[in-house]
């Protein structure tokens, strides 16, 4: 891919926040096989290493988002829910 490709294509991605976690994940891992073929040159190695840094924290974020709702939406032993976050060391 030439600059002048590459910044036509970032131009027309749509950005991480735009993006549904799976889109967000399905092109994060594109881009890490692509780096790691070593087969793009060193512009385009950038531009992709940068767009992933982009998707890799835009995943975590989501991530975290969705441990801190399931932590809060715990079942108890009895069945009734408790909005108290998981303890593992309770119970044990």
Known sequence: ???KSDKTERDLSPTAETMS????????E???RGLESGQQN???AIAAYERGTE??????ARLA??????????????GSLSLKPFDPGVGS
Request: aromatic residues 6%; negative net charge; hydrophobic residues 45%.
């Open 65 to 78: 988002e969705a441990e801190q709702r399931v932590q809060s939406i715990v079942t108890r032993a009895d």
């Open 21 to 28: 976690f799976e889109a967000a994940l399905a092109e994060l």
């Open 30 to 32: 594109r881009i890490v």
């Open 55 to 60: 998707l890799k924290r835009y995943c975590e």
């Open 42 to 44: 060193l512009a385009d």
């Open 1 to 3: 891919m030439s600059e």
